[in-house]
């Protein structure tokens, strides 16, 4: 079964410094997408950032990149000069394909809080 | 574009009514997905539709349904509410075409709280 593991519940961060948030996925698919969400307090889930899995080049999207290992299946997201509205909820998830239909399968949250 | 509107967004029931959730895609999006988000076992997927027709479903019991109609907006049902069916349920619209979930966008969610 594909499963996506965020192994730090809780992460902080300086203002204007940069973290790197982890996810692992469990997958015997050799094509797949990745992505990262976040959720603000406000609750609405936004996406940050996707990856195929056919692409090397690891994907970037302003300040936030993704270091994509295929072979470890790991999947981590870089904030640089992270800003205090980055504090939120961030999942990681991985798109399955079951049957013609696809779903997400979500990490269980990473809580990132930017200190001033 | 408008965003996925979610209605109502906060709503208290009693154990053992039922409660219906509403969920407006983005414009020409014909997918849409619900997912049930709680503290204890975060995000999981409840079904998605796509032309009316429930393509997926989640391991969820009977009680949770769903429906899509031909403009596209989708209603999801639970029946006989339990207290552990207390959550955020968010709906997610996506074209549903080749690109499927790459272009999926999340709703404000509704939040449900059972007593």
């Known amino acids: 079964a594909q499963t996506v593991t965020q192994s730090q519940p809780e992460m902080s961060v300086q203002e204007a410094e940069t973290v790197t948030l982890s996810c692992t996925y469990d997958t015997s698919e050799s094509d797949y997408y990745l992505f990262w969400y976040k959720q603000p307090p406000s609750r609405q889930m936004i996406l940050v950032i996707r990856q195929e899995a056919y692409k090397q080049q690891n994907a970037t999207e302003n300040r936030f990149s993704v270091n994509f290992q295929k072979a470890a299946k790991s999947f981590s997201l870089k904030i640089s000069d992270s800003q205090l509205g980055d504090a939120a909820m961030y999942f990681c998830a991985y798109k399955i394909t079951q049957g013609g239909s696809e779903k997400l399968v979500f990490g269980k949250g990473t809580k990132l809080t930017v200190n001033p | 574009k408008a965003g996925v509107t979610q209605t109502p967004r906060y709503l208290i029931k009693t154990r053992g009514q039922q409660v219906t959730l509403s969920c407006s895609p983005i414009?020409?999006?014909?997918?849409v997905s619900w997912y049930q988000q709680t503290p204890g076992q975060g995000l999981q997927f409840l079904f998605e539709?796509?032309?009316?027709?429930?393509?997926n479903k989640g391991n969820f019991p009977g009680r949770f349904s769903g429906r899509q109609f031909s403009n596209s907006r989708s209603e999801m049902n639970v029946s006989t509410l339990e207290l552990g069916d207390s959550a955020l349920y968010l709906c997610?619209?996506?074209?549903?075409?080749?690109?499927?979930?790459?272009?999926?966008?999340f709703g404000p969610g509704t939040r449900l709280t059972v007593t």
């Open positions: 414009s020409g999006h014909r997918s």
């Open positions: 997610a619209s996506s074209p549903g075409g080749a690109r499927g979930l790459y272009e999926q966008y």
């Open positions: 539709y796509f032309s009316e027709t429930q393509r």
